[in-house]
T-cell receptor, first 113, second 113 residues
Framework: KQEVTQIPAALSVPEGENLVLNCSFT??????LQWFRQDPGKGLTSLLL?????REQTSGRLNASLDKSSGRSTLYIAASQPGDSATYLC????????????FGTGTRLTIIP | NAGVTQTPKFQVLKTGQSMTLQCAQD?????MYWYRQDPGMGLRLIYY???????DKGEVPNGYNVSRLNKREFSLRLESAAPSQTSVYFC????????????FGNGTRLTVT
């Protein structure tokens, strides 16, 4: 059974710093991996989707990497801003049930002005 | 753009009552999903619909039924609510099952007393 872990559960950093969020998964037979952000009381917003054949994806100040062999993904946020404060979740879809995403419980990020 | 719209936003039910959660998307997506989010457990898939006219069970389907009314709408019904169904419910959609980014609604906060 696929399990997804995100450590730490909470992280606070000063504005302007670069930071890395971690995601690990137990079964390397994944179809794809997604990173989401969730603001309080809101739904999830998809940030980046990495297919199993890809190593990384970039969008603006965000860069996500994928290392299937080690069961790890990282989300790199450059030049953090207070507006980046949110909970970040990763989710993987695994063979053969690729319709079912397995979610981590998230890292709550606070950017300190 | 409306994206994925869920109604209602909040609901309180007594044990044994029934209700239907409504979801509609305007992105012409083929696949739609219902998730529940509980503290410390991540999001779990209740039911999904790969395309109009089809529905399948997810990880936690017991106590729920769904209807894919048309390509836009996917409803979730609780026939006899139980306190264990107190949760935040999210509807999501994607272009094709499991292969593209998920788009989420803002959720329905349900309390069963």
């Amino acid at each position: 059974k696929q399990e997804v872990t995100q450590i730490p559960a909470a992280l606070s950093v000063p504005e302007g710093e670069n930071l890395v969020l971690n995601c690990s998964f137990t079964d390397s037979a994944i179809y794809n991996l997604q990173w989401f952000r969730q603001d309080p009381g809101k739904g999830l917003t998809s940030l980046l989707l990495i297919q199993s054949s890809q190593r990384e994806q970039t969008s603006g100040r965000l860069n996500a990497s994928l290392d299937k062999s080690s069961g790890r993904s990282t989300l790199y946020i450059a030049a953090s801003q207070p507006g980046d404060s949110a909970t970040y979740l990763c989710a993987v879809s695994s063979h053969p049930a690729y319709e079912k995403l397995t979610f981590g419980t998230g890292t709550r990020l606070t950017i300190i002005p | 753009n409306a994206g994925v719209t869920q109604t209602p936003k909040f609901q309180v039910l007594k044990t044994g009552q029934s209700m239907t959660l409504q979801c509609a998307q305007d992105m012409n997506h083929n696949s739609m999903y219902w998730y529940r989010q509980d503290p410390g457990m991540g999001l779990r898939l209740i039911y999904y619909s790969a395309s109009e006219g089809t529905t399948d069970k997810g990880e936690v389907p017991n106590g729920y039924n769904v209807s894919r009314l048309n390509k836009r709408e996917f409803s979730l019904r609780l026939e006899s609510a139980a306190p264990s169904q107190t949760s935040v419910y999210f509807c999501a959609s994607s272009e094709i099952l499991g292969q593209y980014a998920l788009h989420f609604g803002n959720g329905t906060r349900l309390t069963v007393t």
